[in-house]
């Protein structure tokens, strides 16, 4: 069974930069179409990015174009998310998710992805 650890979260001043980090263990995630998602107090979780098995094709919400940048090393079984120009607006738990829809079409939903890590929090301070 594959199990997701995030790691990189933390407090950053606005403006500022983070990368958070997803390892998988218990399996491959070469074959598996990959994602970030955030949630902030009162709010549903949302898709933000998405990667396909090799990295070729991404996808980003409006809210992070420009500024967030996903990627992944299967060597390392991990993929990452950079933020950049981060925004007290950006803070939130972030959770990175495998298993998921073909990502040209979409980020997709929740219910699309199959494996969860357990989230990591992202402060960013004004």
């Known amino acids: 069974q594959l199990q997701l650890v995030e790691s990189g979260g933390g407090l950053v001043q606005s403006g500022g930069s983070l990368r958070l980090s997803c390892s998988a263990t218990?399996?491959?995630?070469?074959?598996?179409?990959l994602g970030w998602f955030r949630q902030v107090p009162g709010k549903e979780r949302e898709g933000i990015s998405c990667i396909s098995t090799r990295g070729g094709s991404v996808n980003y919400a409006e809210s992070v174009k420009g500024r967030f940048t996903i990627s992944r090393d299967n060597a390392k079984n991990t993929w990452y998310l950079q933020m950049n120009s981060l925004k007290p607006e950006d803070t939130g738990i972030y959770f990175c998710?495998?298993?998921?829809?073909?990502?040209?079409?979409?980020?997709?939903?929740?219910?699309?992805?199959?494996?969860w890590g357990q989230g990591v929090r992202v402060t960013v301070s004004s």
């Open positions: 218990g399996g491959t995630l070469e074959k598996y179409f």
């Open positions: 998710a495998a298993d998921g829809p073909l990502c040209s079409l979409g980020i997709g939903s929740v219910s699309d992805y199959m494996i």
